[in-house]
């Protein structure tokens, strides 16, 4: 038995997907840029961190979070926080 043959099960897998590509849409972008703009880094930080969970690797989401870093007065220096190269 395939997943073809559970339909259901398909669809709710189609689901979270779907639920987590917009969780991580909202967190690593507008959540994070309100945090910015409120001068809250830490609060920025910890939004990235859940979005790094949902998409681990994010070339944009390290970027953030180093400047949220920096923001702190943390070592954001390639060797600390690599990042990804952007795809």
Known sequence: MGPRDRPCLTNTVQAVRRLLSYAFLVLA???S???FR???PARALALLDVADA???GSASV???RKRAMGMMGRDTSEAAQPCPAPR
Do not use: D, K, L
């Open 33 to 35: 840029s309100e945090a």
């Open 54 to 56: 949902i998409r681990p």
């Open 29 to 31: 972008s507008y959540e």
């Open 38 to 40: 409120e001068n809250n």
């Open 62 to 64: 390290c970027a953030r």
